[in-house]
């Protein structure tokens, strides 16, 4: 069993509907990184959350720290919302070890 | 406020040979660490190097190895390529390793 597993893995939508992405970990202490990742490109840090809900734009992150539950929401999809989405969760404090999770591949189709 | 800037974007070695990649911390950061993320994977912990020195290495032989320097910027050394070394290595600085990380559009190498 991975330490941090995200659900489902590949996901088609069309444009416009609501998305949710879940992540699950079983390490880690009380933050998760919600992260985004364009073919070929680098990432790019979209939520970092240890309590609650936050949101930016069209996205939401939601987090349960006592069930080790996160879920990260899209409103209102759209194409440019086509990437790789990837929880991860620090190991420890002050390590810098990120543990992954495999990621959820996101096509939004016009 | 700057990001962290990664060189170079891509690279092309032959196996048996070294590299360096090179890796600019963010402003006000002085913690980074490095992943390798090779085709249709997660990434993976190499190590992190707070304040000059290493401070938490994962799985990787030490034909890996690091450096960081006064200005907080970083370098990733890889001795003897092999051909599984092929991958984007992305490196992510932040402020004592907490929570915060800004991450780098990564280097792809690929070893031949």
């Known amino acids: 069993k991975n330490e941090v597993e995200q659900s489902p893995q590949n996901l088609t939508a069309q444009e416009g509907e609501f998305i949710t992405i879940n992540c699950s970990y079983s390490?880690?202490?009380?933050?998760l990184h919600w992260l985004q990742q364009h073919p070929g490109g680098g990432i790019v840090s979209l939520f970092m959350?240890?309590?609650g809900k936050k949101k930016h734009g069209r996205l939401i992150a939601t987090i349960n720290i006592q069930e080790k539950h996160s879920s990260l929401h899209i409103t209102a999809s759209h194409p440019r919302d086509s990437a790789v989405y990837i929880c991860?969760?620090?190991?420890?404090?002050?390590?810098?070890?990120?543990?992954f999770g495999q990621g959820t591949t996101l096509q939004v189709k016009p | 406020e700057t990001g962290v800037t990664q060189s170079p974007t891509h690279l092309i070695k032959t196996r048996g040979q070294q590299v360096t990649l090179r890796c600019s911390s963010q402003?006000?950061?002085?913690?980074v660490s490095w992943y390798q993320q090779a085709l249709g994977q997660g990434p993976q912990f190499i190590f992190q190097?707070?304040?000059?020195?290493?401070?938490g290495r994962g799985n990787f032989p030490p034909r890996f190895s690091g450096l960081q320097f006064p200005n907080y910027s970083s370098e990733l050394n890889v001795n003897a390529l092999e051909l599984d070394d092929s991958a984007l290595y992305l490196c992510?600085?932040?402020?004592?390793?907490?929570?915060?990380?800004?991450f780098g559009s990564g280097t792809r190498l690929t070893v031949v």
């Open positions: 992510a600085s932040s402020y004592r390793g907490d929570y915060g990380y800004t």
């Open positions: 390490v880690g202490i009380s933050a």
């Open positions: 959350l240890s309590s």
């Open positions: 991860a969760v620090p190991f420890s404090s002050n390590t810098g070890k990120l543990i």
């Open positions: 402003s006000g950061h002085n913690t």
């Open positions: 190097y707070y304040r000059e020195e290493e401070n």
